[in-house]
């Protein structure tokens, strides 16, 4: 495996929940960045959450207090529970792991799809 492998897509009311996974068994797991990034059609990919190796987070300000981004270093998974979730949160959802030095490695999953139905 040379990319993260990410789970847990699909189709989702308005006000529902999903639990995206997100899995990269490479031995560097347990030191690397983990985040998720989404991306629409025509617009930058962006970031939406992502872990460091102290487990300390950070949210993009469009899904705090919905979203909790956290790592199981155990099972080389790394997890997004979205709650309360809107149809501007329908996007292609993208894990990312990267070095915590500049220039490091960066390697992305091929993403899943979440859509939020009205």
């Known amino acids: 495996q040379v990319q993260p492998v990410e789970s847990g897509g699909g189709l989702v009311q308005a006000g529902g929940s999903l639990r995206l996974s997100c899995v990269d068994s490479?031995?560097?797991?347990?030191?690397?960045?983990m985040g998720w990034y989404r991306q629409v059609p025509g617009k930058q990919r962006e970031l939406v959450a992502n872990?460091?190796?102290?487990?300390?987070?950070t949210y993009a300000d469009s899904v705090k207090g919905r979203f909790t981004i956290s790592r199981d270093n155990a099972k080389n998974t790394v997890y997004l529970q979205m709650n309360y979730l809107k149809p501007e949160d329908t996007a292609i959802y993208y894990c990312?792991?990267?070095?915590?030095?500049?220039?490091?490695?960066?390697?992305w999953g091929q993403g899943t799809q979440v859509t939020v139905s009205s």
């Open positions: 490479r031995s560097i797991f347990s030191i690397s960045v």
């Open positions: 990312n792991a990267r070095a915590t030095w500049s220039g490091g490695y960066d390697y």
């Open positions: 872990i460091h190796t102290d487990h300390s987070t």
